[in-house]
Nanobody
Framework: VKVVESGGDLVQPGGSLRPSCTAS????????VGWYRQAPGQQRDLVAG????????KYSDAVKGRFTISRDNAAGTVFLQMNSLKPEDTAAYYC?????????WGQGTQVTVSS
């Protein structure tokens, strides 16, 4: 399974982005998957995911109310709508299963929030 993330960019505080990831494999279409992020010097943490059997939404406290995860099962694509972006959201964003599998880490997509 190859996971490809895209859609990251440089955006001003308060702006929006909608990164996406595409992957083959049934688990990315119907199972537990999520978005992780890693800032320089920080660990990689789950920020939004479909957890459990893939039908329950979970968000970290840092992004709750601002980020929304969604998926297109037919296309095998997972989206992350990011609104009201803050400088502390600056990080590389990755898509993976929940919990993550080493084989599914992609190259990530960089989100930079700065004026």
């Amino acid at each position: 399974v190859k996971v490809v993330e895209s859609g990251g960019d440089l955006v001003q505080p308060g702006g929006s982005l909608r990164p996406s990831c595409t992957a083959s494999g049934r688990i990315f279409r119907f199972g537990p998957v999520g978005w992780y992020r890693q800032a320089p010097g920080q660990q990689r943490d789950l920020v939004a995911g479909f957890v459990g059997r893939g039908d329950t939404l979970k968000y970290s406290d840092a992004v709750k109310g601002r980020f929304t995860i969604s998926r297109d099962n037919a296309a095998g694509t997972v989206f992350l709508q990011m609104n009201s972006l803050k400088p502390e959201d600056t990080a590389a964003y990755y898509c993976n299963t929940v919990p993550p599998a080493s084989a599914y880490w992609g190259q990530g997509t960089q989100v930079t929030v700065s004026s």
